[in-house]
């Protein structure tokens, strides 16, 4: 397979299947796009008005010495294995358990319905669990390390739960020659203590769900029937794990929407609290919600324009530059 195209006034063709780059001139790059369904005598024939006779001729022999070289038009050696590899075992390396259909937030832009996923609320029994873990174990292959990520609606409502199946799956760690990685996603509310301990000693990473401002965070994460405050609740909390973790094996993860396109704002607001570990994602929802990021409202083509991605990043590098944060911004 060949690859032509032209990049600042180079000519350049790919070869795809053995790696091989050559930049060319005009004539070996119009030659090369008629080589290989065309004789010599087609190809000098349209081409004869553009370049001389001769220089055609020595351009195609040295065309076909690449050929033989390996280095143009190679065979692609792993197309009999297709099928094959179609046929291969499937190999499971992680899992998101959904621990607790249930939520303590009414976030208007969960996809998850508040936690219970267009159903019915309920938690997951250690039994179910544990048949879970079974079948990321037996469908693993020889892959050692492998990714379990405790998720909801809102994990610490099931958190009995979450520690019997951690415990469970280092029991099973040796004899099956496998290592468990444990992520906890938590909004934070009933975070203590307690869960904080055990979630240092066994969770490789903790993702904390907050969006930024306290305004913005309140405005889309609210808490259920409006108790109070969703930020002056789990904001102290974020900060303690973000210090009992040295900054570390953490992120907060903050969803922008209409309402804070000045997202860039939100995360300077992270920083000056003491986070490092940052990931900012866009809302996703139909166009008709009142939080959707409209493509008129943002005055670009779309969310993913260019510009729309300098001028966020221009923003925060002007107006960071006494932080050493590690920043994740994702777009449309």
Known sequence: MIHQYKNNGYNIVLDVNSGSVHVVD???????????????????????????????????????????AGQLFTEDIYEPYIDNFKDRPTVVKALCLHIAHDCNLACKYCFAEEGEYHGRRALMSYEVGKKALDFLV?????????????????????????????????????????????TLTTNGILLNDEILDFANKEMSNIVLSIDGRKEINDLM??????????????????????ESRNQMN??????????NLDFSNDVIHFADLGFKQMSIEPVVGEDDEKYAIKEIILGYTNPNDLAYCLSINNTLTAATPQYNLSVFISFI
């Open 26 to 68: 005009d004539m070996v790059y119009d030659i090369i796009g008629l080589y290989e369904n065309n004789t010599l005598e087609q190809i000098t024939d349209a081409l004869r008005d553009r370049y001389s006779v001769q220089d055609i001729k020595e351009a195609y022999e040295e065309i076909g010495e690449l050929k033989e």
């Open 138 to 182: 037996a469908n693993s292959g020889s892959r050692k390390n492998l990714e379990v990520d405790f998720f909801g609606g809102e994990p610490t409502m099931n958190f009995e739960v979450v520690k019997q199946l951690v415990e469970y799956g280092r029991s099973i760690e040796e004899a099956n020659n496998k290592k468990f990685r444990f």
């Open 221 to 242: 994460r609210p808490t259920r029937n409006n108790h109070g405050s969703s930020y002056d609740i789990i904001m102290p909390k974020f900060k303690k794990v973000a």
């Open 250 to 259: 953490y992120y907060v993860r903050g969803t922008f929407t209409h309402n």
